[in-house]
């Protein structure tokens, strides 16, 4: 045995048993967590684990994305170098050259040449992290410590390779060329002592990745953001996971395992890249929210309590409460306003939103506990079926000069889902008005319920009033069936979002779609002709997270504007899947805004900058908030506020004699 050997072989052991038992403990807790049933199955996770993981695809969206691919390829490459390595420690002999010779220069080829490369992506990314850090937060201990290794690491190695080359033992020396300049600079010197110096500064480079790194930083992440893609959940994360009710029950996340083990496991996958939190609205406008810090402190709590969870204890660090490492703050649980930035931006799938339901839905259903303005919502919405608590008979004033407007299944082909903005709301009845006046003009038949109609219980579900949404959506359901509703059209992206997602756990799987959708293929069948286009200056045309990232609407709206004003609407900067909230969403409609600067204000302010005459939205809530954010901005006389609907309707005008 060499004398490599007998040192190496037992700290490998030791550094091996060590790190399967770390991660045994770390990895175990996941299984506390409450099921999770809806994986996307064994062949599609495979697919998602090929695109994301190893092809890196959503890590690519970044132009540093692709530093970190080159840093995660060269630790995939190396692999191979990496065994070969740990095996030759403990048995000399069994060496990589022992394959046939192309693979073997293949192998050695490509090692040397990705160290190089990791070695010249870490320094930039050291770097930047340094000069212009990717989040706040960013320059800390673990990173730098992380990205040094790994220099080291491929700089021992480098090392080892050189040493060989320059004693004559590396026969695969014409492929290696980053080794061979290496070589030059020993010449001269003791091969014998440099070579044992770079290799037991590899092997501790590496022992350090299997003792410490791996299993107790966000190292972590080179297996569990793999395992995150391949269980990643199935669909968009646009629903929330239903409870059963029943008596004694407890419900929400007060405590750790009642997440769901997916929930643990991304807590385990996160990379800490930041990308979540610099997306995340809350984040950005000064709320105590940070999804990157939240999923963080998951894990803090899962490791703090789970031992004792296991052990069938009480957990003695809480989830819910007020900011200490491993607690989230229960104002940045209120803070969410379920955008879904964070979960369309995080490269390894971590859904950050159900997290956040969960624990609200403990605060409301197990606490009552909720911020003060959201009593008269809650009662309202149960008492009267709407945020208002206006009278039901009242749904249908809007339409009082359409005249009566019944749905009947043998007469009427689409329900008009109007919603409880769009019934009751001054400004969005206008909407409502545009919409059944759009669908006259094409000859749609279209039916409403009137006082029937019910609120959908989109807010409630995000606020984590899962048993007043339970109620409604399955009296929604039940009505539906018993109309025989087979399509719905509705102006509110939250209605259609609910109807068409949350309500198929109800066994409702209806035709629902959104007014823009229904416009957008009247004009494409030639059912809607446009007279002439609408002048509205320029128009600029803002995503509702709900139609846009939470079900991939994107170029309906805009193709009807077009087509109704003559030219593509004008982009915010932060448009389509990076399209920034309106600030009304998860319930945020009915809650004030303290702490920190108004969504609504950052993104008008973002809408302001590029002069626009007219800022269209598609959904109710955004008109509120985009109105309410260009009056504070003082900006009432310059830009006004539409919906495509209105967009088309003016189109519709008769055109005003000269
Ligand atoms: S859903 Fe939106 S507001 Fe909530 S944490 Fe994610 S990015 Fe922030
Ligand atoms: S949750 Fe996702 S996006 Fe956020 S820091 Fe972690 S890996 Fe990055």
């Known amino acids: 045995m060499s004398s490599h050997a007998i040192i190496f072989t037992p700290l490998l052991a030791l550094s091996l048993l060590f790190f399967s038992w770390s991660l045994y403990q770390r990895l175990s807790l996941v299984a506390l967590g409450q099921p999770t049933h ?21 890590v690519l969206r970044k132009l540093f994305g692709f530093n970190h691919f080159i840093i995660f390829w060269s630790f995939m490459v190396l692999l191979l170098a990496n065994g070969e390595f740990v095996l030759s420690g403990v048995f000399p002999a069994l060496r990589l050259s022992l394959l046939p010779e192309p693979i073997y220069l293949a192998i050695r080829f490509a090692s040397d040449i990705m160290s190089l490369l990791a070695i010249v992506a870490i320094a930039i990314a050291l770097v930047r992290r340094t000069v212009a850090p990717p989040y706040e937060g960013a320059r800390n201990l673990e990173s730098y410590v992380i990205l040094v290794l790994i220099a080291v690491h491929m700089f021992a190695y480098l090392g080892v390779a050189a040493t060989e080359i320059s004693l004559g033992h590396e026969q695969a020396a014409a492929y290696m060329p980053v080794s061979s300049l290496f070589a030059d600079t020993l010449a001269g010197k003791n091969l014998d002592a440099a070579y044992n110096c770079y ?45 059963t ?52 402190d998951v894990q803090i709590n899962l490791l703090a309590n789970g031992p004792r969870i296991k052990k069938g204890q009480e957990a003695t660090l809480p989830l819910i409460g007020e900011g200490c490492k491993g607690t989230v703050d229960e104002e940045a649980i209120w803070a ?28 409301v259903e197990m606490e009552s506990k909720f911020p003060e303005e959201l009593l008269s919502f809650f009662e309202n919405a149960e008492q009267r079926s709407n945020p208002w608590g206006m009278a039901p008979a009242d749904r249908s004033k809007w339409s009082s000069l359409l005249g009566e407007r019944p749905f009947s299944v043998d007469k009427t082909d689409y329900l008009f889902f109007v919603g409880c903005a769009g019934s009751f709301d001054n400004r969005a009845k206008q909407i409502s008005v545009a919409v059944a006046t759009i669908m006259d003009m094409a000859g749609v038949s279209w039916g409403m319920l009137g006082k029937d109609e019910m609120c959908c219980g989109d807010s409630l579900r995000r606020l984590g009033n899962e048993f007043v949404f339970d109620k409604m959506a399955k009296a929604n359901v039940e009505m539906f069936i018993e109309k025989g509703v087979s399509k719905i059209v509705t102006s509110c992206p939250h209605c259609f979002s609910t109807l068409k997602n949350d309500y198929r756990q109800y066994g409702l799987d209806l035709e629902v779609i959104h007014h823009s959708e229904l416009i957008a293929k009247l004009i494409q069948e030639g059912k809607l002709k446009l007279p002439r286009h609408a002048d509205l200056g320029k128009v600029l045309f803002h995503d509702s997270c709900y139609l846009g990232r939470h079900n991939d609407i994107y170029n309906e709206p805009r193709s009807v504007i077009q087509a109704a004003t003559g030219n593509a609407p004008a982009e915010f900067e932060r448009n389509r899947e990076n399209g920034f909230c309106c600030g009304a969403g998860g319930g945020r409609m009915w809650m004030e805004e303290l702490t920190g600067d108004r969504i609504n204000r950052n993104r008008v302010s973002e809408a302001l900058k590029q002069q626009p005459d007219t800022l269209c939205v598609s959904c109710p809530y955004c008109m509120t908030m985009i109105e309410d954010g260009v009056k504070d901005l003082g900006a009432s006389e310059q830009v006004q506020v539409k919906d495509v609907a209105e967009v088309v309707a003016e189109a519709l005008r008769p055109q005003p004699k000269a």
């Open 38 to 58: 809806t994986y996307i199955g064994f062949n599609a996770g495979l697919r998602e684990m090929f695109i994301n993981a190893f092809c890196q695809k959503r």
């Open 336 to 363: 969410c306003t379920s955008c879904g930035a964070c979960m369309e931006a995080c490269p390894v799938f971590i859904e950050h939103l159900p997290k956040v339901v969960g624990m609200r839905r403990h605060l």
């Open 199 to 243: 290799w037991w500064l590899h092997a501790f480079a590496l022992l350090a990745f299997i003792v410490v790194l791996i299993p107790f930083t966000k190292h972590l992440h080179v297996f569990t953001a793999i395992a995150n893609c391949f269980l990643r959940l199935e669909g968009k994360p646009n629903t929330q996971r239903p409870e």
């Open 245 to 296: 009710f029943a008596k004694g029950q407890t419900y929400g996340a007060r405590q750790v395992d009642r997440l769901t083990t997916k929930d643990l496991l991304d807590s385990y996958a996160c990379t800490a890249c930041g990308r979540c939190q610099n997306v995340c609205p809350a984040n950005i406008t000064g709320k105590p929210l940070n999804p990157r810090e939240m999923v963080k």
